[in-house]
């Protein structure tokens, strides 16, 4: 069965640091690029970041670039978001998402597993 | 990377139709066939419905089905069940491997 468990949210305070860990399983995890999607209590979803398979690349959402960064270890099945400069507005639920294939080699562009979430909260 | 916009919500009757839009731009939904729709029940992570503007991942029900025009994409649920009632988002690829998604819909079934 194909799943990802996100851990490591928590609550921090502004200005403070966090890192999330999503492990991969039941599927090749160095073959399909990886997402992290966000969601803010009561609104709705924020696509943040992606990194292809290898790990050689990634992109942001702007409204992170600079403070969020995304990576990956493919011998641990796992993906990472590390998070400095945290402000109020990035509390929420962070989701990792499995993209359909690989940016770098193809074009399945969509989400098509999640994780459960795991939410952080930046508050004084 | 502007929210994409979508009706915060739409109602149907058990049985009927209902289709929920999903408005963006030449660089997103109308420069790309890379429109996907996901399901989110309340407390619970999302679900991938459509993908690719109208395909279905396998175990997704006929009813559902998606379409694009210009720069507004659309789902359609019909044969309303009560299971439906559900936060309904559209998201598309918005160029160098950016995405973005819409507000959200909620569906209630009357």
């Known amino acids: ?124 | 990377q502007s929210a994409l916009t979508q009706p915060r919500s739409v109602s149907g009757s058990p049985g009927q139709s209902v289709t929920i839009s999903c408005t963006g731009a030449s660089s997103d939904v109308g420069g790309y066939n890379y429109v996907s729709w996901y399901q989110q029940y309340p407390g619970k992570a999302p679900k991938l419905m459509i993908y690719d503007v109208n395909k279905r991942p396998s175990g997704v029900p006929d009813r559902f089905s998606g379409s694009k025009s210009g720069n507004t994409a659309s789902l359609t649920i019909s044969g309303l069940q009560p299971e439906d009632e559900a936060d309904y988002y559209c998201c598309s690829f918005s160029g160098t491997y950016t995405w973005v998604f819409g507000g959200g819909t909620e569906l209630t079934v009357l």
Do not use: H
């Open chain 1, 1 to 124: 069965e194909v799943q990802l468990l996100e851990s490591g949210g928590g609550l921090v305070q502004p200005g403070g640091s966090l890192r999330l860990s999503c492990v991969a399983s039941g599927f090749t995890f160095s073959s399909y690029a990886m997402n992290w999607v966000r969601q803010a209590p009561g609104t709705g979803l924020e696509w943040v970041a992606v990194i292809c398979g290898n790990g050689l690349s990634a992109f942001y959402a702007d409204s992170v670039k600079g403070r969020i960064t995304i990576s990956r270890d493919n011998s641990k099945n796992t993906l990472f978001l590390q998070m400095n400069s945290l402000r109020a507005e990035d509390t929420a639920v962070y989701y990792c998402a499995k993209l359909g294939g690989d940016y770098v080699y193809d074009y399945n562009y969509y989400m098509d597993v999640w994780g459960k979430g795991t939410t952080v909260t930046v508050s004084s």
